[in-house]
Every structure is written in C-alpha cells, then in structure tokens.
DNA sequence: CAGTGGTCGTTCAAATTCGAACGACAGTAC
DNA sequence: GTACTGTCGTTCGAATTTGAACGACCACTG
C-alpha cells in the first residue's frame, strides 16, 4: 500500500488525459440526459433509474435499501424520491411481508406504462452520444474498465 | 435521423451492460471522491475542479463563463461555488480589465498550496479505482470513447 | 448618438442531495 | 423473557444545484 504523503504517484499526460475525459464526459451526458427526461416526461434521471430498476425486478417490487444500492443514492435520497414517485402514481409503498421494519418500493401500471413511453427516447440519447460512437472493441473495453472500477468500489464500502 | 415513435431501436445485452455500467460506476466513483475530499481538505468535488481548472489556466485565472464550461456546471453552481471559494480565501474575483460585465476567477497562493497539499490524495483515489486497474488498451480505448462522447454533447450545445 | 440584440454574472425560489440522529424492529446470547 | 447489537427506513437541517428572470454591459446598425 503507498503513501500518498509520501509517493505522490502522479498521473501522466495519458491517463490524466483518460481520467479528465471520462470526468468532463459522465457529468455532460448527465446533462443531456436529465434535459431529455424532463422534456419528455417531467422526469429526473433518478426517478427515470427507479423505475428502471422496479421494472427489471421479481415482482416489479424492491427493498428500499436494495432499489438504493443498486441506483446508487443515499437511502435517505431514496425516501425524497419514493414519496415524490408516489406522489405522481407511478410507484406504491407495501410493507415487507417478512420483515416488519422493510419497506417494498412497487412499480404500479402507471409507473410501467410510464416507463415504456419514455424508454425509446431516452436510450436514443444514449445511442446518439455514447453507444452508437463506439466500435464494437471500444465497447467491450469501457464495459471491462467500469466492471473492474464497479466492483471495486462495490467490495471497499 | 430515427424517430423513436416509430422505431424504438433498444440496446441489446451487450450495450445495455455497457451503459449500465458506466453509469453505476460513474456514481460510485463520485461518491468515493467526495467522500475522500471532503474528508481530506473540507472541499467538494467541484470545488476541487475549479481549483484544479484554474492552477492549469494561464495567469491562474479565468473568466467565469468558461471556467463553467469546464468543470460543467451551471453557471449559478459556479458563481455559488466561487463565492464559497472565496470565503475560504482560495481563490478571489478580479474584474476582467477588457470587458466590463466580466469576471475573473483568480486562484490565491492558499488556493495553489492547498491544491498542491491535496491533489496527490485525490489521485491517488482516481488511481486506486480506475487508473491503475486499467490495462493500457483499456485506457486508450476509453480514453477514445470518452473523447467522442465529449465532443458530441460539447457541439451539439 | 440612439437603438437593438446578445452576452455576462448574479439573484431568487424551488427542488434535491447528503450525513447524522432517531425510533422501530430483527436476530442472537444469556 | 431480557438485554444487546445491528439493520431498516424516515426525519431533520444544512448545503448545493437548477432554470428563469434580471440589470449591466458590449458590439453593431442606422
């Protein structure tokens, strides 16, 4: 394990290059993204990753502290956003069968409908800027990089 | 050009892994680097952007409309941030000699040795998680997609 | 010089985020 | 059963972001 207070290991043109590109890149796709949803749908993107995650899900049904993990926010994010999905009719709260202190976040028929409307103009954007620009070694290679990344970060918290 | 009302072109199993993670593993990765910052020197990623825009900026100063483009944000984020910079006495405003409705950021002797301080923790995170996990093929041809990507949202504004 | 359209940075209200603290419940040990 | 330790989801206050609206200024036209 280095020291970074005493091997300060900079990062040379290249992967300074690498990392700044992937930085300016993931937070104007984001951007572009949260535009699309909103225009389209009066959606943000995490309340778009939510439905998304609901729908692919056993039952079209999660956990709380699951749907949190695997959209990537702070639970207490999730809460604020529940409530507003709520709110809007696309997503209903039950309360775990099993365990009294869960809460299960279910796609309601609206919030399926919802998504299945919203899906083709959102993933075009996704195909317009990032997929469709990358040959097919350019894909697999960022798909490999961010799963190395992925995982690491998964297994240090 | 595709319309998405009529042909709703979905990503197959292998772009939508691609897709999915490089959008978990951009959060992830901005979770840990807030948290390593906020922790190490008090700032926050963007914070730790400005000052970084700035110290490669000639004079160590730049207007704040591209300043915001850089570190793509807002351009009240910006002067949100700037004002909060500028408490900490890391960076101060100047007005822009040449065009009277302009703004300079200028980054202070306290806002570049406190960069120097911090920088080496930062990427050493960037390192741990990404840099180094990488192969020299995987960077290059990241470093490409991004590239491309970037491009196109930066034009398309 | 007055007029016009555009850019600059700031301000404002509203929405969203985070971490810390909390009460409620689960699982285990004794 | 009682106590202990940990997890669950929510609540709270503080910080931050966004887009729209604004006044100030620039560049150009006539």
Redesign the pocket.
Known sequence: MTDPRTDPRWLDATEMAAWRAFLSTSHLLE?RI??QLKAAAGL?H?QYEILVRLADAPGRRL???ELARGVV??????????T?LEKAGLVR?ET?PS?????LAVLTEAGMSCLDRVAPGHLEVVREYLIDRLSREELRAMTSAMRKTEEALRSSV
Chains 1, 2 share one sequence.
Do not use: H, W
Request: with cysteine; glycine share 4%; hydrophobic share 20%.
């Open positions: 951007r949260e535009e943000t995490p956990r709380m502290t926010s702070s639970k207490s994010a999730l809460t604020y956003q529940i507003q709260r775990c365990d009294d202190r869960g809460v």
